[in-house]
């Protein structure tokens, strides 16, 4: 199983999604709950969209580790954090944790 299909697996059996990003959370930590919406890749670049318009888009490589309701991804490439089509913010390294439920 490729990183993309075990991210794809690991969502599908979460019902709601939180969010950490490297440098920590936007807001209260767990205060908004997403649903994935698609998890696509195409040439080294793995797009992870959100409900509320929220897309992270990684470039390059990354290490995945499974923390059962944390997904820990760290960056070895470059993350970009969308919201509404908007650059928020850019990291190229850290981790970055979907939490799932």
């Known amino acids: 199983m490729n990183k993309i299909e075990y991210i794809q697996n690991w969502c599908e059996k979460k019902g ?3 969010f950490f990003l490297p440098n920590g959370t936007e807001g209260r930590p767990f205060d908004n709950s997403y649903q994935v919406i698609s998890i696509k890749e195409s ?12 897309e992270f888009i990684l470039e390059g490589d990354f290490i995945l580790r499974d923390e059962v309701y944390n997904l820990i991804i760290t960056i070895l490439g470059k993350l970009t954090y969308k919201k509404n089509g908007v650059v928020k913010q850019y990291y190229t390294d850290g981790e970055f944790c979907l939490s799932g439920f």
């Open 43 to 54: 040439e080294k670049v793995l797009v992870i969209r959100l409900s509320h318009n929220i």
């Open 16 to 18: 709601s999604f939180s």
